[in-house]
């Protein structure tokens, strides 16, 4: 530890320096604010700010602000620009000393169509970020990968390279080798634990009220912590300051509506989705297009709301909120299944700056999640219950020493209450008296404090290289841990066409998946006591990254990363725990790691975009408690993962898409062969079964081609657009998961699989 925290230290101290070199130099300006869609003044995150000439630039942060020091005295032409905005350039005149302000507002280019291609040039402002590994899918991409005739923020998540689902019908994200519990998700700065509703091909988060996503797949900075694997960071609309707007869709099997405008000196949204697959199975008998194989039936609502004020030039407020909730019923052969899930999730946030080199944000949040899940399966009755309040205070503060120099640094402290019960007795009615030696229930609850506090600070030593490093540190109440994790990254421009990143990280996590592997559909979260020690995780990532021109085809990103993770302490689901109280008697804990390469050539501008993306990997674990100490596959082991998004605008009219996906099959723990103990007869003739190893057999690859196509026009005098949408082309269905009926003399091996394919038809209109 000591090691680690010279280490940071020294790198701090070398980056300061250059700042007191500063001393004695002639007095200079800066220039400083926000940048807005000048359509409905919703800052606009990730854009560009620069003095070409003077070879400094700057990225909007979270709240559109940005800054700029160290600019000479005299005219200079300030250039303003942002993915699918037209470029802005203004003659600003600086004088020494002087702290200039600025508001830039952006228009929207109306038409990708003709012979105009909006970029944004990052150019110098690109330097002063070090993101490894972080991909940003503009919102007008995601808004059409649609399922279902729903524009998904995971479904387009999910066709990044390195990205798996566990299945159509999970929460979990496999991202790199990752369990599902190991991705941090945000919204506004709260914490949401299950991102996704049942079959996964909606997720949690309505398109419609999302102004930004972020994901980082791997060596995140020490501003972000509590997770091994990545990072996925959303942000809500603030809503249009200018005039009152609606959108209402009305689809096959779900209909959604939102409403946003000005309220005070501020603006609010609140929008709403449902499905109806429930009433849509009424009518029309689905299983007779699945040849008889039982489908699941479900339905789920979202609702997103957020009001936003600014008080004063300084300051600005929101108020957030997030709820859904899901319910799916299941009955087949010997299987009967009810889930119900639910997340309740506010954030207050406030915005100040200081001046233009001080900039904070501080947030209190809460977030509520619940599951519930009963079944049986060949009249043996089970059942799991989990509950988790999480509220959270924290604050961050960024400070722009100079064009060269940024420090941040913030403070985090949380309240946990965890809740966690199963029953797998057999028994429907559990507050009866068990049959000695049948009772197989856990009863686990836990309330806990964890603090956290980080520093950061990136420094640009050259026009050509730079480096950031930092230090994040925890303190576990229920355990009494003291945990550091040191990172640091640096980015080297070997050419203007090729920049080179690396990455290194320790990563610490305090939360838990308990995921049964028999229902791999069935999340369950749970802490970290005194009993079981946190996991941790190390970083090593290299990144090339590089614009070629492929056929004639321009403003392409080409990215190849190489990664490997190291995993300690992580935890697979001891099944067999018998009243289980603490969280060693629920988990097994063992080691693994996670290794493999990615490729992802992307195209965000133009009549056509999208694009290709292919990962190859590889998860190991080691258990002493699991498949007699011997290495396993994890199920999230998928070895290969081949992705394509296009999409495509014909004219100003139609707008055309297609993906397609192809992922090696997850393993899984089957049953090898049977054998008789006694005489077969009605009663006792169902014998032992011998299961194969840990994850020793894996299920078919998993692959899907969806179409879609958008047609606009009026009606009644408004804009609206006719969505067309085929899911699963041709009818390809998955596997969700495969039992094995034993109360018969011969056993009988069924597949529960996922939906067929599913032609969706949604109008919506804007008003």
Partial sequence: MIRHLSLWGALLLLSIQPSFAQQGVAPTASL????????????LIGATVSIKPLKIGAVTNKSGFFTLKNIPSGKHQVTISFLGFAKKEILLEFTAGEAKRFTAELKKQISKSGDVT???????????????????????????????????VFRAIQFLPGVLSSSQISSGLFVRGGSPDQNLVLVDGAAVYNPSHLFGFFSTFNTDAIKDVELVKGGFAAQYGTRLSSVINITQKDGNREKVEGLAAVGLIASRASV????????????????????????????????????????????????????????????????SSDDLKFQGTGLDVNIGIGNQAGALRWTHIFDENLFA??????????????????????????????????????????????????????NFRFGYKQNFTGRVDTTRPALPGSDASTDFSLDDWTYSAYAQ??????????????????????????????????????SPDLTVKASWGIFHQYLRLASNPDFTFFD?????????????????????????????????????????????????LNTFALRSRKASEIFFSGNGEAYGGEIFLQKKAGRFTGWIGYALGWVTARF????????????????????????????????????????????????????QTAFPSERTGTGITVSTARNGLRLPPSHQLNLSANYKFKFFGLNARLLIDIFNVYSRQDIWFRFYDTTKPTVEVTDVRLLPILPTVTLEVKF
Avoid: C
């Fill in 624 to 675: 002493d408690s699991i498949n007699f100490g011997r290495q396993f596959f994890p199920r999230y082991d998928r070895r290969h993962d081949f992705k394509i998004v296009a999409q495509y605008e014909l004219n100003d009219d139609w707008e055309l898409g297609a993906s397609f996906i192809f992922q090696s099959g997850q393993p899984f723990t089957g049953v090898s062969s049977r054998f």
């Fill in 361 to 414: 944000t501080t947030v209190l949040s809460s977030s509520a999640y619940r599951n519930g899940f009963s079944g049986s399966n060949s009249g043996f009755n089970f059942g799991v219950e989990n509950t988790i309040r999480d509220i959270t205070g924290r604050t961050d503060i960024e400070w722009y020493a100079n064009n060269e120099l940024t420090f941040s640094f913030g403070a985090e402290v949380s």
């Fill in 260 to 323: 946003q405008g000005p309220i005070g000196n501020g603006s609010f949204f609140v929008g709403g989705r449902r499905t109806y697959l429930e009433l849509v199975r009424a009518v029309v008998p689905i299983e007779s297009l699945t040849g008889g194989v039982p489908v699941p039936n479900f339905w789920f609502y979202d609702v997103n709301a957020k009001i936003t004020q600014q008080i004063g030039q300084n300051d600005k407020i929101s108020v957030s909120a997030f709820l």
């Fill in 32 to 43: 400083s604010g926000s940048v807005l869609d000048g359509e409905n003044k919703e800052p």
């Fill in 118 to 152: 909006v970029t944004a040039e990052r150019g110098e402002a690109e330097k002063r970020q070090i993101a490894v590994s972080q991909v940003n899918i503009p919102m007008e991409q995601i808004s059409q990968i649609r399922v279902g005739g729903e524009a998904d």
């Fill in 524 to 572: 369950t979260w749970l802490p970290t006591d005194a009993s079981l020690g946190p996991s941790s995780s190390s970083h090593y990532i290299l990144s090339f990254e590089t614009k070629p021109v492929l056929f004639g085809i321009e403003d392409l990103d080409f990215n190849f990363d190489i990664y490997y993770k190291t995993l300690t302490n992580i935890n697979e």
């Fill in 457 to 494: 600070t990136n420094y640009q030593f050259t026009p050509f290289l730079s480096a950031q490093a930092g230090l994040r540190a925890y303190y576990l109440q229920a355990n009494g841990n003291l945990l550091w994790d040191p990172r640091a990254s640096l980015r080297w421009e070997v």
